[in-house]
């Protein structure tokens, strides 16, 4: 079991730049891929980034690609990152951590996550 706590969401003007923070409970956070979802208002969460558990292996959707960045500390803070760049008023959305226990690979699908944080609010305006 793992519990998965999101911070850093804000306000911020177009161009701005935040970093969320994903910290996870356990000792087993090495073992997991990490993802960053969201969801926009009406509309369906979507797939924004992941890592795998040895940070090796990251992808994007490609909405965001260039312009975000995943990271992860497995040695001292059981923490995911996501660097955003260059925010766009179509990155407002709660942006949820996500992890996946199976060690099968990183993936889009959200699926193939067990663990789910409770999302942090970011407002991108124009």
């Known amino acids: 079991q793992v519990q998965l706590v999101e911070s850093g969401g804000g306000l911020v003007q177009a161009g701005d730049s935040l970093r969320l923070s994903c910290a996870a409970s356990?000792?087993?956070?090495?073992?997991?891929?990490m993802g960053w979802f969201r969801q926009a208002p009406g509309k369906e969460r979507e797939f924004v980034a992941t890592?795998?558990?040895?940070?090796?292996?990251?992808?994007y959707a490609d909405s965001v690609k260039g312009r975000f960045t995943i990271s992860r500390d497995n040695a001292k803070k059981n923490t995911v990152y996501l660097q955003m760049n260059s925010l766009k008023p179509e990155d407002t959305a709660v942006y949820y951590c996500?992890?996946?226990?199976?060690?099968?690979?990183?993936?889009?699908?959200?699926?193939?996550?067990?663990?789910w944080g409770q999302g942090t609010q970011v407002t991108v305006s124009s």
């Open positions: 996500a992890a996946d226990s199976s060690r099968m690979g990183a993936f889009i699908d959200q699926r193939r996550y067990d663990y």
């Open positions: 356990g000792r087993t956070f090495s073992t997991y891929t």
């Open positions: 890592i795998k558990w040895s940070g090796g292996s990251t992808y």
